[in-house]
């Protein structure tokens, strides 16, 4: 980005929050990230490009309900209300009828849903029968901004009582005829709803699309619908956060469409800065105007210093970055998303097969583990039993896995052995299966119907009954294959949720071990076929097909 561009005194027409907003940001660029800056950008090409029009005189009473509320909207504030409530394209629809904002902890995130929310309940808004739904993974989440909304009631009754009915389950604009209700039920329970916006408080919170898909399906219904997605970095990997950010860095770095959604990220460009005071207004637009805040920022950052494993906290909701629990991870996420990279050509080449799964009645998982110019390539497949006393623990999206091809839901009481076996009796048409890894107390199970492909534990050449200790001696194996980013496995999700639930366990004498994070809900079956393959990685031949070099004599 040239520092001409970044630096613009003459902009195209547009909203004086907007520009007053963008302003303060291209006067203060070293404390803004770069997200925020290409977001500014966006909006700049927007104006300039597009037939975008606002009335000012509605964005002036909106605010003017700034009154009833204990605190005042900052620029940034102002600036994302106006994009998103009050710029309308040609045709008279919302030019940006979804916001996603991801904010430090303590911006005033929930504040600012609050009061947006509050505007497009009222007869400013004017739509009749917009209805608000605020979802969250808790309760207490789902209620934050209905709480303060109800608040607001409550000390303005005098006034607000001639428009608004509430109770602590509905707040109901009487001339709209609006109603705002907090929801954290399941999926099902929400089909067939006709809300004008859709609210999901702390995305990073939510293990699947389920609820968010079928509150969705909603919209559409009420004259222009609204989402609003706010929340700070979290700890689930591969759910819908990384999925939104991922679409969202795409937008703002113009890889894509933003197709009517406003991404506003902030957050530290790199880990180093968090020793600069100064960069803490990267992840918290709000931070300068709040001194309380600072104060206990400052405070956490000194905890975070001397304890940084035990105050993650910091880093991830404070920083908005992502940090991996090293006390506990196996690696880290980059790491783990490195291995989502295309197969080569694989046909007829050796490979070792992997099993393991703790129940039949749970998952099952079984892979294949090939070695080609230094890479570890790794084919998988998994069998989850549709009648698995976990199932309702179980948060990804089952059914989306199983489109992809890498999961196969079964309809039993349990996963029978031959399903699995008549999955590596098709694989041993297309490649040289020389050696079958399955943990020692797993082989019983599946022994007769093993032996009848060949694979009989009698012949320690073709089967390996895998035990702790030949985990224990691939632990730094595999470690060094992660940080090399040596592992492929394709666009694989649940080889990468099996792979985030592992843990490291000391075993004594310098050893470690594998071991679930959580022993009901996060299953590890996949990863620990392709620790069960890797215990005989020794014993796979290696092929190589790096092109010839022209031989140069001097």
């Given at each position: ?5 970044m ?15 963008i ?20 909006i ?19 605010f ?10 900052l ?27 991801v ?19 009222s ?8 209805n608000i ?20 009631l409550?000390?303005?009754k ?30 099902d ?14 995305l ?10 079928v ?20 700890d689930?990997r ?8 991922k ?8 890889k ?8 506003f ?17 990267k ?20 905890s ?52 393991d ?5 749970d998952?099952v998982?079984?892979g ?39 999961l ?12 699995v ?30 032996k ?32 090399n980013?040596?592992?492929?496995w ?11 639930n592992?843990?490291?366990v000391?075993a ?40 010839e070099?022209d031989v140069?004599?001097?």
């Amino acid at each position: 980005m040239k520092m001409m561009q970044m630096m613009r005194c003459n902009f195209p027409k547009m909203p004086n929050d907007v520009e007053n907003y963008i302003r303060f940001v291209y006067e203060h660029m070293d404390e803004h990230c770069t997200w925020t800056i290409k977001f500014c950008e966006l909006i700049i090409r927007s104006f300039e490009n597009e037939k975008l029009y606002w009335n000012e005189e509605k964005v002036n009473k909106y605010f003017s309900y700034q009154k009833y509320f204990p605190f005042s909207l900052l620029l940034w504030e102002r600036c994302l209300f106006v994009l998103h409530n009050c710029v309308f394209r040609e045709d008279g629809l919302p030019r940006w009828p979804d916001l996603m904002i991801v904010v430090g902890r303590g911006a005033g995130k929930n504040g600012y849903l609050s009061f947006e929310d509050f505007c497009l309940l009222s007869q400013a808004h004017n739509i009749q029968n917009y209805n608000i739904d605020i979802y969250a993974t808790s309760e207490d989440q789902a209620m934050t901004s209905f709480k303060e909304i109800y608040e607001v009631l409550e000390k303005n009754k005098a006034k607000l009582s001639k428009y608004f009915y509430w109770n602590k389950e509905v707040i109901k604009n009487k001339i709209t005829r609006s109603e705002l209700r907090y929801r954290t039920r399941n999926a099902d329970t929400k089909d067939g709803g006709r809300p004008g916006k859709n609210d999901f408080d702390e995305l990073h919170a939510y293990e699947n699309n389920e609820l968010i898909d079928v509150a969705n399906t909603g919209l559409g219904k009420i004259e222009h619908p609204r989402t609003t997605i706010i929340t700070t970095q979290g700890d689930v990997r591969d759910g819908p956060l990384d999925d939104e950010m991922k679409d969202g860095y795409d937008v703002l770095d113009g890889k894509m469409s933003d197709n009517g959604k406003l991404y506003f990220f902030c957050m530290l460009d790199d880990k180093k800065e968090v020793d600069n005071e100064k960069m803490w207004n990267k992840p918290n637009p709000s931070l300068r105007f709040r001194p309380d805040l600072y104060e206990q920022i400052k405070k956490e950052y000194v905890s975070y210093k001397k304890r940084p494993e035990k105050n993650r906290a910091f880093i991830v909701k404070r920083m908005n970055l992502i940090e991996e629990n090293k006390d506990i991870a196996i690696t880290s996420w980059e790491n783990i998303l490195s291995t989502n990279r295309p197969y080569i050509d694989l046909i007829g080449h050796e490979c070792i097969c992997g099993i393991d799964y703790a129940k039949t009645s749970d998952f099952v998982a079984a892979g294949l583990l090939f070695k080609q110019n230094g890479y570890r390539y790794w084919i998988c497949h998994a069998w989850f039993c549709k009648n698995s006393k976990d199932r309702h623990r179980i948060k990804p999206d089952l059914k989306m896995w199983e489109k992809m091809g890498v999961l196969t839901i079964v309809d039993a009481v349990e996963i029978s052995p031959q399903i699995v076996v008549d999955w590596i009796v098709e694989k041993q048409s297309q490649y040289s299966i020389v050696k079958l890894c399955i943990d020692n107390f797993r082989y019983t199970l599946f022994s007769s119907y093993l032996k009848t492909i060949g694979f009989d534990a009698r012949d320690k050449t073709k089967v390996k009954l895998v035990r702790p200790s030949d985990i224990m001696k691939v632990v730094p194996v595999i470690e060094s294959w992660f940080n090399n980013q040596q592992i492929i496995w394709n666009d694989d999700p649940f080889m990468r949720w099996c792979t985030n639930n592992v843990k490291l366990v000391d075993a004594g004498k310098g050893n470690q071990v594998y071991d679930k994070q959580e022993p009901k809900s996060r299953k590890t079956d996949g990863f620990m076929a392709f620790a069960a393959a890797a215990t005989s990685d020794d014993e796979l031949q290696e092929y190589n097909d790096y092109p010839e070099l022209d031989v140069i004599v001097l």
